[in-house]
């Protein structure tokens, strides 16, 4: 069977490497008992939660970059479609041919119907156009909700790590109720933002959205 294009994208299926850990509160007790937990100023963290933040930083980067590569084709395709309408409107009409003979009702005749067919294409294009549009709209709309639960998944890893470490820390007054996660800002995000930017501008301008 086919996979479905952006399979990668169910949020409810979220595999990241490195993410899944047995027995997190009791591995949290240990860290504590072990002084695992170092401050940053006011932020405390541990080697555990620096390794799992990692994974996600490097599972979601692997994603945008992934998505990034699907969206190349869709942008090349919408470039030369609207080169094609660019090209059609330049010429948009034409000059009909002067005379009333029978070689100028012809060449009118011609011209006609060669207009004809450009304002159908041009409307497939515009269509089309559209349609690649809303299609990257649900890539996004897909990636937003797939970060979302992805970090809900790892917060909550953590959270169960961290009530272990808050048990067995004799200074947990000193320590916040949940640790500040540091998530990256990604090259794999600013190439798929910029890419999906330049798809929206070129459709946009054309679509008059």
Known sequence: MKRKKYYYLDPVIIRIPGIKTLFEKSVGKRDARQNQVCSNGEVHT????????NSYNA????????????LAPMIQEANSLLVEYSLMESHKGGELPEGCGEEAQRQKAAVAANYALEERRKEEILKRLAKIRTESDIVDEM?????????????????????????????????????????????GRKAYVTNKEKLHTMIDRVLNL
């Open 143 to 187: 990636l937003v909700h797939y970060q979302e639960r992805a970090e809900r998944l790892l917060n909550s890893r953590i959270c169960r790590y961290w009530s272990g470490v808050l048990c067995q820390n004799p200074d947990k007054d000193k320590l916040e109720n949940f640790p500040k996660i540091k998530y990256q800002d990604s090259p």
């Open 59 to 70: 599972h979601i980067e692997k994603l945008l970059l992934k998505t990034t590569n699907e």
């Open 46 to 53: 541990t080697p555990f939660i620096d390794a799992k933040v």
